[in-house]
Protein backbone atom coordinates (compact mmCIF):
# COMPACT_ATOMS: atom_id res chain seq x y z
CA UNK A 1 0.00 0.00 0.00
CA UNK A 2 2.64 2.63 0.77
CA UNK A 3 4.03 2.22 -2.60
CA UNK A 4 1.15 2.75 -4.38
CA UNK A 5 -0.09 5.37 -2.04
CA UNK A 6 3.49 6.97 -3.47
CA UNK A 7 2.24 6.35 -7.18
CA UNK A 8 -0.93 8.15 -6.45
CA UNK A 9 0.47 11.49 -5.05
CA UNK A 10 2.70 11.53 -7.98
CA UNK A 11 0.29 11.14 -10.68
CA UNK A 12 1.51 7.28 -12.13
CA UNK A 13 -1.92 6.00 -10.41
CA UNK A 14 -5.31 6.95 -10.29
CA UNK A 15 -7.49 6.40 -7.06
CA UNK A 16 -10.04 4.90 -9.47
CA UNK A 17 -8.09 2.68 -11.51
CA UNK A 18 -6.68 1.02 -8.12
CA UNK A 19 -11.00 0.64 -7.07
CA UNK A 20 -11.30 -0.82 -10.50
CA UNK A 21 -8.57 -3.56 -10.19
CA UNK A 22 -9.96 -4.54 -6.95
CA UNK A 23 -13.84 -4.63 -7.77
CA UNK A 24 -12.25 -7.01 -10.81
CA UNK A 25 -10.22 -9.31 -8.51
CA UNK A 26 -13.60 -9.60 -6.39
CA UNK A 27 -15.68 -9.92 -9.05
CA UNK A 28 -13.27 -13.02 -10.44
CA UNK A 29 -12.95 -14.55 -7.26
CA UNK A 30 -15.14 -13.84 -4.21
CA UNK A 31 -18.58 -15.66 -5.07
CA UNK A 32 -16.78 -17.41 -8.74
CA UNK A 33 -14.33 -19.72 -8.91
CA UNK A 34 -12.83 -20.43 -5.79
CA UNK A 35 -15.78 -18.58 -3.66
CA UNK A 36 -13.73 -17.26 -0.68
CA UNK A 37 -16.57 -14.89 0.25
CA UNK A 38 -14.26 -12.78 2.02
CA UNK A 39 -16.70 -9.84 1.12
CA UNK A 40 -20.18 -9.23 2.43
CA UNK A 41 -21.58 -6.31 0.32
CA UNK A 42 -20.13 -3.69 -2.13
CA UNK A 43 -21.39 -0.26 -1.93
CA UNK A 44 -24.05 0.45 -4.57
CA UNK A 45 -22.31 3.24 -6.34
CA UNK A 46 -17.96 2.83 -5.60
CA UNK A 47 -17.06 5.11 -8.28
CA UNK A 48 -19.50 7.83 -6.37
CA UNK A 49 -17.12 7.54 -3.23
CA UNK A 50 -14.00 8.61 -5.50
CA UNK A 51 -15.79 12.30 -5.64
CA UNK A 52 -16.19 12.69 -2.00
CA UNK A 53 -12.68 11.71 -1.01
CA UNK A 54 -10.78 13.68 2.07
CA UNK A 55 -7.05 14.83 1.70
CA UNK A 56 -4.92 12.53 3.90
CA UNK A 57 -2.09 10.15 4.26
CA UNK A 58 -4.52 7.41 2.62
CA UNK A 59 -5.96 9.37 -0.33
CA UNK A 60 -7.71 7.28 -2.83
CA UNK A 61 -6.39 4.02 -0.80
CA UNK A 62 -9.48 1.27 -1.36
CA UNK A 63 -10.65 -0.30 2.60
CA UNK A 64 -13.00 -2.89 3.78
CA UNK A 65 -14.08 -3.04 6.85
CA UNK A 66 -15.35 -5.94 8.85
CA UNK A 67 -18.95 -6.25 9.20
CA UNK A 68 -19.55 -5.62 13.34
CA UNK A 69 -18.33 -2.21 12.26
CA UNK A 70 -20.89 0.85 11.65
CA UNK A 71 -21.04 2.64 8.57
CA UNK A 72 -23.41 5.53 8.08
CA UNK A 73 -23.41 5.12 4.12
CA UNK A 74 -26.09 2.80 3.02
CA UNK A 75 -24.02 -0.61 3.70
CA UNK A 76 -25.66 -2.90 6.51
CA UNK A 77 -24.24 -3.27 9.40
CA UNK A 78 -24.92 -7.05 11.21
CA UNK A 79 -22.53 -8.86 12.88
CA UNK A 80 -23.44 -11.66 9.87
CA UNK A 81 -26.40 -12.31 11.23
CA UNK A 82 -29.80 -12.17 9.81
CA UNK A 83 -31.56 -10.98 13.26
CA UNK A 84 -29.77 -7.01 12.11
CA UNK A 85 -30.67 -7.10 8.32
CA UNK A 86 -33.58 -5.01 8.68
CA UNK A 87 -32.25 -2.99 12.29
CA UNK A 88 -32.17 0.59 11.79
CA UNK A 89 -29.28 2.07 9.86
CA UNK A 90 -26.39 3.88 11.87
CA UNK A 91 -26.69 7.47 11.69
CA UNK A 92 -22.79 7.77 11.61
CA UNK A 93 -19.82 5.95 11.06
CA UNK A 94 -17.84 4.39 13.86
CA UNK A 95 -14.95 5.91 15.09
CA UNK A 96 -12.32 4.10 13.57
CA UNK A 97 -14.23 4.94 10.34
CA UNK A 98 -14.31 8.49 10.66
CA UNK A 99 -11.09 8.42 11.19
CA UNK A 100 -9.78 6.93 7.96
CA UNK A 101 -12.49 9.16 5.55
CA UNK A 102 -11.00 12.28 7.27
CA UNK A 103 -7.64 10.80 6.14
CA UNK A 104 -8.66 9.77 2.26
CA UNK A 105 -9.85 6.25 2.52
CA UNK A 106 -11.92 5.07 0.19
CA UNK A 107 -14.50 2.21 2.25
CA UNK A 108 -16.36 0.55 -0.47
CA UNK A 109 -17.26 -2.49 1.27
CA UNK A 110 -17.69 -4.68 4.19
CA UNK A 111 -15.97 -8.28 5.04
CA UNK A 112 -17.91 -11.53 6.27
CA UNK A 113 -16.73 -12.84 9.46
CA UNK A 114 -17.89 -15.60 11.90
CA UNK A 115 -21.47 -14.29 12.73
CA UNK A 116 -21.53 -12.17 16.48
CA UNK A 117 -17.89 -12.62 16.06
CA UNK A 118 -17.63 -16.32 17.01
CA UNK A 119 -19.06 -16.42 20.20
CA UNK A 120 -22.66 -18.16 19.45
CA UNK A 121 -21.36 -21.53 20.13
CA UNK A 122 -18.46 -24.01 21.20
CA UNK A 123 -18.98 -25.85 18.13
CA UNK A 124 -19.31 -22.65 15.43
CA UNK A 125 -17.13 -22.66 12.26
CA UNK A 126 -14.76 -19.83 11.51
CA UNK A 127 -15.70 -17.41 8.90
CA UNK A 128 -19.07 -18.45 8.54
CA UNK A 129 -22.04 -16.62 8.74
CA UNK A 130 -25.77 -16.68 7.88
CA UNK A 131 -25.74 -14.19 5.89
CA UNK A 132 -22.73 -14.18 4.20
CA UNK A 133 -21.54 -17.70 3.88
CA UNK A 134 -18.63 -19.64 4.03
CA UNK A 135 -15.42 -17.34 3.56
CA UNK A 136 -12.42 -19.42 2.35
CA UNK A 137 -8.71 -19.77 2.42
CA UNK A 138 -6.95 -17.85 -0.36
CA UNK A 139 -4.35 -19.89 -0.38
CA UNK A 140 -6.08 -22.84 -0.17
CA UNK A 141 -10.26 -22.48 -0.42
CA UNK A 142 -10.42 -26.26 1.15
CA UNK A 143 -8.92 -24.74 4.16
CA UNK A 144 -10.24 -22.60 7.10
CA UNK A 145 -9.61 -18.87 6.75
CA UNK A 146 -9.84 -18.46 10.45
CA UNK A 147 -12.12 -16.03 12.68
CA UNK A 148 -13.30 -14.24 13.38
CA UNK A 149 -11.55 -11.64 11.12
CA UNK A 150 -11.68 -13.62 8.19
CA UNK A 151 -13.33 -11.69 5.86
CA UNK A 152 -10.87 -9.01 6.19
CA UNK A 153 -7.79 -11.59 6.26
CA UNK A 154 -9.07 -13.57 3.34
CA UNK A 155 -9.62 -9.83 1.24
CA UNK A 156 -6.38 -8.89 2.03
CA UNK A 157 -4.46 -11.87 1.39
CA UNK A 158 -6.64 -11.97 -2.45
CA UNK A 159 -5.70 -9.10 -3.16
CA UNK A 160 -9.47 -7.25 -3.18
CA UNK A 161 -8.54 -3.97 -1.43
CA UNK A 162 -5.69 -2.31 0.20
CA UNK A 163 -5.66 -2.98 3.69
CA UNK A 164 -8.47 -3.95 5.90
CA UNK A 165 -10.24 -3.04 9.66
CA UNK A 166 -10.84 -6.46 11.82
CA UNK A 167 -11.51 -6.62 15.14
CA UNK A 168 -10.45 -8.68 18.00
CA UNK A 169 -11.29 -10.04 21.55
CA UNK A 170 -9.08 -13.13 21.51
CA UNK A 171 -7.44 -14.43 18.34
CA UNK A 172 -10.01 -12.46 15.98
CA UNK A 173 -7.40 -10.32 14.10
CA UNK A 174 -3.85 -12.81 14.86
CA UNK A 175 -5.27 -15.79 14.10
CA UNK A 176 -7.07 -15.11 10.71
CA UNK A 177 -4.17 -13.21 9.56
CA UNK A 178 -1.51 -15.69 10.09
CA UNK A 179 -3.44 -18.42 8.50
CA UNK A 180 -3.82 -16.43 5.37
CA UNK A 181 -0.15 -14.84 5.18
CA UNK A 182 -1.13 -11.33 6.18
CA UNK A 183 0.12 -8.88 8.79
CA UNK A 184 -2.54 -8.27 11.64
CA UNK A 185 -2.10 -6.13 14.53
CA UNK A 186 -4.25 -6.19 17.53
CA UNK A 187 -3.57 -2.97 19.64
CA UNK A 188 -2.98 -2.39 22.98
CA UNK A 189 -6.49 -1.96 24.44
CA UNK A 190 -7.51 1.89 24.93
CA UNK A 191 -5.87 2.76 21.83
CA UNK A 192 -8.22 2.37 19.31
CA UNK A 193 -12.01 3.42 20.23
CA UNK A 194 -14.96 0.93 19.82
CA UNK A 195 -17.32 3.59 19.57
CA UNK A 196 -19.95 1.77 16.94
CA UNK A 197 -18.55 -1.40 17.23
CA UNK A 198 -20.77 -4.58 17.81
CA UNK A 199 -18.96 -5.60 21.21
CA UNK A 200 -18.49 -8.89 22.99
CA UNK A 201 -16.94 -7.48 26.19
CA UNK A 202 -15.35 -4.00 26.47
CA UNK A 203 -12.23 -4.26 28.31
CA UNK A 204 -10.68 -7.09 25.54
CA UNK A 205 -12.77 -6.08 22.08
CA UNK A 206 -10.48 -3.48 19.97
CA UNK A 207 -10.69 -2.87 16.34
CA UNK A 208 -7.02 -3.32 14.43
CA UNK A 209 -5.58 -3.20 11.08
CA UNK A 210 -4.92 -6.10 8.69
CA UNK A 211 -2.66 -5.30 5.88
CA UNK A 212 0.22 -6.88 3.16
CA UNK A 213 3.52 -5.56 4.91
CA UNK A 214 4.32 -4.18 8.53
CA UNK A 215 4.75 -1.02 7.29
CA UNK A 216 0.91 -0.50 6.28
CA UNK A 217 -0.25 -1.51 9.55
CA UNK A 218 1.80 1.73 11.48
CA UNK A 219 0.51 3.80 8.69
CA UNK A 220 -2.97 3.12 9.31
CA UNK A 221 -2.01 2.40 13.69
CA UNK A 222 -1.11 6.60 12.51
CA UNK A 223 -4.54 7.17 11.79
CA UNK A 224 -7.30 5.08 13.80
CA UNK A 225 -4.99 5.51 17.10
CA UNK A 226 -7.03 8.62 18.94
CA UNK A 227 -9.29 9.64 21.56
CA UNK A 228 -12.77 9.06 21.52
CA UNK A 229 -14.71 10.99 24.35
CA UNK A 230 -17.46 8.48 23.71
CA UNK A 231 -15.52 4.82 24.06
CA UNK A 232 -14.75 5.05 28.39
CA UNK A 233 -12.02 2.56 27.75
CA UNK A 234 -10.25 5.13 25.18
CA UNK A 235 -7.14 6.64 27.03
CA UNK A 236 -6.72 10.21 26.52
CA UNK A 237 -4.46 11.79 24.34
CA UNK A 238 -2.06 13.02 27.02
CA UNK A 239 -1.71 9.54 28.74
CA UNK A 240 -0.77 8.07 25.61
CA UNK A 241 2.91 7.42 25.39
CA UNK A 242 3.33 7.09 21.66
CA UNK A 243 4.00 9.61 19.46
CA UNK A 244 4.45 8.10 16.11
CA UNK A 245 3.95 4.55 15.37
CA UNK A 246 6.59 4.66 12.68
CA UNK A 247 9.28 6.35 15.80
CA UNK A 248 11.28 3.32 15.70
CA UNK A 249 11.28 1.87 12.17
CA UNK A 250 14.72 1.91 10.50
CA UNK A 251 16.95 -1.43 9.07
CA UNK A 252 18.85 -1.61 12.76
CA UNK A 253 15.81 -1.84 14.53
CA UNK A 254 16.73 -5.19 15.97
CA UNK A 255 19.64 -4.73 16.76
CA UNK A 256 20.32 -5.11 20.56
CA UNK A 257 16.49 -6.12 20.87
CA UNK A 258 16.21 -8.62 23.71
CA UNK A 259 13.63 -11.26 22.77
CA UNK A 260 12.34 -14.16 24.68
CA UNK A 261 11.02 -17.48 23.33
CA UNK A 262 7.86 -18.38 25.42
CA UNK A 263 7.77 -22.42 24.21
CA UNK A 264 4.87 -22.98 25.99
CA UNK A 265 2.65 -21.04 23.06
CA UNK A 266 4.99 -22.65 20.15
CA UNK A 267 2.90 -26.17 20.03
CA UNK A 268 4.69 -28.75 18.36
CA UNK A 269 3.73 -29.15 15.05
CA UNK A 270 6.92 -30.20 13.59
CA UNK A 271 7.18 -27.85 10.37
CA UNK A 272 6.30 -24.50 12.65
CA UNK A 273 9.11 -25.15 15.33
CA UNK A 274 11.69 -25.83 12.36
CA UNK A 275 10.46 -22.56 10.69
CA UNK A 276 10.17 -20.27 13.62
CA UNK A 277 13.67 -21.72 14.65
CA UNK A 278 15.15 -20.44 11.10
CA UNK A 279 13.35 -16.97 11.78
CA UNK A 280 15.13 -16.72 15.50
CA UNK A 281 18.23 -17.22 13.44
CA UNK A 282 17.20 -14.28 10.85
CA UNK A 283 16.59 -12.43 14.34
CA UNK A 284 20.17 -13.21 15.47
CA UNK A 285 22.00 -12.39 12.17
CA UNK A 286 19.91 -8.97 12.74
CA UNK A 287 21.78 -8.16 16.23
CA UNK A 288 18.88 -9.41 18.62
CA UNK A 289 19.44 -11.24 21.60
CA UNK A 290 17.31 -14.24 22.07
CA UNK A 291 16.40 -15.70 25.43
CA UNK A 292 15.13 -19.15 25.51
CA UNK A 293 12.30 -20.55 27.81
CA UNK A 294 10.59 -17.51 28.95
CA UNK A 295 7.75 -18.52 31.06
CA UNK A 296 3.76 -17.30 31.69
CA UNK A 297 2.95 -20.29 33.84
CA UNK A 298 -0.50 -18.62 35.00
CA UNK A 299 -1.67 -18.25 31.12
CA UNK A 300 -4.03 -20.83 31.09
CA UNK A 301 -5.51 -19.72 34.17
CA UNK A 302 -5.65 -15.97 33.46
CA UNK A 303 -7.45 -16.97 30.10
CA UNK A 304 -9.98 -19.32 31.79
CA UNK A 305 -11.20 -16.64 34.34
CA UNK A 306 -11.37 -14.30 31.50
CA UNK A 307 -13.86 -16.84 29.51
CA UNK A 308 -15.92 -16.75 33.07
CA UNK A 309 -16.29 -12.74 33.03
CA UNK A 310 -16.51 -12.77 29.50
CA UNK A 311 -19.80 -14.70 29.17
CA UNK A 312 -21.45 -12.36 31.76
CA UNK A 313 -20.55 -9.25 30.33
CA UNK A 314 -21.37 -10.37 26.64
CA UNK A 315 -24.59 -10.08 27.55
CA UNK A 316 -24.96 -6.60 29.08
CA UNK A 317 -22.40 -5.50 26.60
CA UNK A 318 -24.74 -6.14 23.67
CA UNK A 319 -27.93 -5.16 25.39
CA UNK A 320 -26.06 -1.70 25.34
CA UNK A 321 -25.72 -1.87 21.92
CA UNK A 322 -29.01 -3.35 20.42
CA UNK A 323 -31.25 -1.39 22.48
CA UNK A 324 -29.43 1.42 21.68
CA UNK A 325 -29.52 0.64 17.79
CA UNK A 326 -32.91 -0.13 17.70
CA UNK A 327 -35.23 -1.98 15.95
CA UNK A 328 -37.36 -5.72 16.50
CA UNK A 329 -34.34 -7.23 18.45
CA UNK A 330 -32.69 -5.27 20.97
CA UNK A 331 -31.64 -7.93 23.49
CA UNK A 332 -29.86 -11.11 23.77
CA UNK A 333 -32.91 -12.63 24.90
CA UNK A 334 -35.21 -11.49 21.66
CA UNK A 335 -31.86 -12.70 19.49
CA UNK A 336 -32.16 -16.27 20.92
CA UNK A 337 -35.88 -16.13 20.14
CA UNK A 338 -34.98 -14.98 16.81
CA UNK A 339 -32.16 -17.78 15.53
CA UNK A 340 -35.06 -20.19 16.55
CA UNK A 341 -37.78 -19.03 14.51
CA UNK A 342 -34.96 -18.41 11.59
CA UNK A 343 -33.25 -22.23 12.10
CA UNK A 344 -32.95 -23.68 8.82
CA UNK A 345 -31.21 -20.31 7.74
CA UNK A 346 -29.30 -19.41 11.31
CA UNK A 347 -28.68 -22.92 12.52
CA UNK A 348 -27.97 -25.58 10.04
CA UNK A 349 -24.77 -26.01 10.80
CA UNK A 350 -24.61 -25.31 15.33
CA UNK A 351 -26.32 -23.73 17.82
CA UNK A 352 -26.18 -20.85 20.28
CA UNK A 353 -25.51 -22.69 23.40
CA UNK A 354 -23.08 -19.50 24.36
CA UNK A 355 -25.83 -17.45 23.81
CA UNK A 356 -27.97 -19.51 26.08
CA UNK A 357 -25.20 -19.87 29.15
CA UNK A 358 -24.82 -15.95 28.66
CA UNK A 359 -28.67 -14.90 28.67
CA UNK A 360 -28.61 -16.88 32.19
CA UNK A 361 -26.13 -15.33 33.84
CA UNK A 362 -27.81 -12.11 34.60
CA UNK A 363 -28.42 -12.09 38.75
CA UNK A 364 -26.09 -9.41 40.49
CA UNK A 365 -24.49 -12.31 41.99
CA UNK A 366 -23.08 -13.31 38.35
CA UNK A 367 -22.11 -9.82 37.83
CA UNK A 368 -20.12 -9.57 40.77
CA UNK A 369 -18.53 -12.64 40.27
CA UNK A 370 -17.67 -11.58 36.58
CA UNK A 371 -16.21 -8.59 37.69
CA UNK A 372 -13.87 -10.52 40.31
CA UNK A 373 -13.38 -12.86 37.19
CA UNK A 374 -12.28 -10.12 35.05
CA UNK A 375 -9.83 -7.82 37.21
CA UNK A 376 -7.56 -11.60 38.19
CA UNK A 377 -7.36 -12.47 34.85
CA UNK A 378 -6.20 -9.17 33.32
CA UNK A 379 -3.83 -9.00 36.72
CA UNK A 380 -2.38 -13.01 36.29
CA UNK A 381 -1.98 -11.96 32.57
CA UNK A 382 -0.55 -8.67 32.62
CA UNK A 383 1.24 -7.64 35.55
CA UNK A 384 2.27 -11.28 36.89
CA UNK A 385 2.37 -12.65 33.32
CA UNK A 386 3.65 -10.76 30.41
CA UNK A 387 4.94 -7.40 32.65
CA UNK A 388 6.27 -9.83 35.12
CA UNK A 389 8.36 -12.37 32.50
CA UNK A 390 9.73 -8.92 30.37
CA UNK A 391 10.89 -7.31 33.42
CA UNK A 392 13.05 -10.49 35.23
CA UNK A 393 14.51 -11.24 31.53
CA UNK A 394 15.22 -7.69 30.52
CA UNK A 395 13.12 -8.12 27.44
CA UNK A 396 12.19 -6.02 24.29
CA UNK A 397 9.09 -8.61 23.57
CA UNK A 398 7.93 -12.03 23.70
CA UNK A 399 8.40 -14.00 20.36
CA UNK A 400 6.55 -17.20 19.40
CA UNK A 401 5.08 -18.86 16.39
CA UNK A 402 1.46 -17.01 15.84
CA UNK A 403 -0.88 -20.38 14.92
CA UNK A 404 -0.31 -24.07 13.25
CA UNK A 405 -1.39 -24.23 9.90
CA UNK A 406 -5.27 -23.68 8.81
CA UNK A 407 -6.69 -27.17 8.62
CA UNK A 408 -9.37 -28.32 6.34
CA UNK A 409 -13.16 -26.82 6.07
CA UNK A 410 -15.96 -29.22 7.52
CA UNK A 411 -18.98 -27.99 8.17
CA UNK A 412 -20.16 -30.95 10.46
CA UNK A 413 -17.56 -30.79 12.47
CA UNK A 414 -16.75 -27.33 13.18
CA UNK A 415 -13.26 -25.82 13.89
CA UNK A 416 -10.20 -27.47 13.66
CA UNK A 417 -8.41 -27.07 17.14
CA UNK A 418 -5.66 -25.39 15.83
CA UNK A 419 -3.04 -23.27 17.99
CA UNK A 420 -2.97 -19.71 18.04
CA UNK A 421 -0.63 -17.83 20.43
CA UNK A 422 -3.49 -15.06 21.12
CA UNK A 423 -4.91 -15.23 24.84
CA UNK A 424 -2.31 -13.60 27.05
CA UNK A 425 -1.88 -10.48 24.83
CA UNK A 426 -5.83 -10.61 24.21
CA UNK A 427 -6.63 -10.61 28.03
CA UNK A 428 -3.85 -8.56 29.43
CA UNK A 429 -4.96 -5.47 26.59
CA UNK A 430 -1.30 -5.63 25.55
CA UNK A 431 -0.35 -5.62 21.87
CA UNK A 432 0.49 -9.00 19.70
CA UNK A 433 1.80 -8.19 16.02
CA UNK A 434 1.58 -11.32 13.63
CA UNK A 435 3.71 -11.07 10.08
CA UNK A 436 4.43 -13.87 7.84
CA UNK A 437 7.10 -15.87 8.51
CA UNK A 438 6.81 -19.37 5.78
CA UNK A 439 4.40 -22.04 5.28
CA UNK A 440 3.61 -25.43 6.96
CA UNK A 441 1.58 -27.95 4.81
CA UNK A 442 1.34 -25.84 2.42
CA UNK A 443 -0.39 -23.38 4.34
CA UNK A 444 0.89 -20.00 5.67
CA UNK A 445 2.02 -19.19 9.06
CA UNK A 446 2.76 -16.33 11.46
CA UNK A 447 5.70 -15.00 14.06
CA UNK A 448 4.39 -13.01 16.51
CA UNK A 449 6.03 -10.27 18.47
CA UNK A 450 3.81 -9.99 21.60
CA UNK A 451 4.88 -6.70 24.52
CA UNK A 452 3.57 -4.22 27.16
CA UNK A 453 1.03 -2.17 26.92
CA UNK A 454 1.52 1.02 24.15
CA UNK A 455 4.51 -0.83 22.54
CA UNK A 456 3.34 -1.42 19.29
CA UNK A 457 5.60 1.32 18.00
CA UNK A 458 8.72 -1.17 18.57
CA UNK A 459 6.76 -4.49 17.51
CA UNK A 460 6.03 -2.67 14.13
CA UNK A 461 9.88 -1.52 13.79
CA UNK A 462 11.35 -4.93 14.61
CA UNK A 463 8.47 -7.02 12.75
CA UNK A 464 9.13 -4.28 9.20
CA UNK A 465 13.13 -5.15 10.07
CA UNK A 466 12.18 -8.60 10.28
CA UNK A 467 9.99 -8.55 7.23
CA UNK A 468 12.84 -7.83 4.96
CA UNK A 469 14.80 -9.96 6.66
CA UNK A 470 13.11 -12.92 5.63
CA UNK A 471 11.62 -11.24 2.09
CA UNK A 472 15.53 -11.01 0.99
CA UNK A 473 16.24 -14.84 2.18
CA UNK A 474 13.09 -16.01 0.59
Known sequence: MFKLLAELKNGKLRAGTWLKSCLAAIAQNNTRGPELRAVIELHRSPDRLLETLARGDLQ???FLIKDNIETADGLLTTAG??????????????????????????????????????IRSHHSISGWSARGGLTRNPHHPSHTASGSSSGSAAAVAAGFCAAALG??????????????????????????SRSGIIPITHWQDTAGAMTRTVRDAALIME??????PTDPMSVPRHERPIQSYLQHFGPDALKGRRLGIVRSLCGNHPEVLKT?????LQLKAAGAEVVDEVEL??????????????????????????????????????????????REQEMPHFGQELFEIAEARQSPADIEKAKAARALAKRLAGPEGIDSALQSHDLDALICPTNDPAGQLDLSTGDANTRVASSPAAVAGYPHLTL??????GMPIGFSFIGKAWSEPLLLAMGDALEAKLRFQG
Open 436 to 441: PMGHAE
Open 276 to 280: FEDTV
Open 167 to 192: TETNGSIVSPASACGIVGLKPTLGSV
Open 60 to 62: GAP
Open 223 to 228: IIAAHD
Open 81 to 118: SLALLKAPAPQRDAFVVQRLRAAGALIFGKTNLSEWAN
Open 297 to 342: PQAEEAAAWAWRAMLTEFRQDLNRYLKGRGGEIQSLAELIVFNKAH
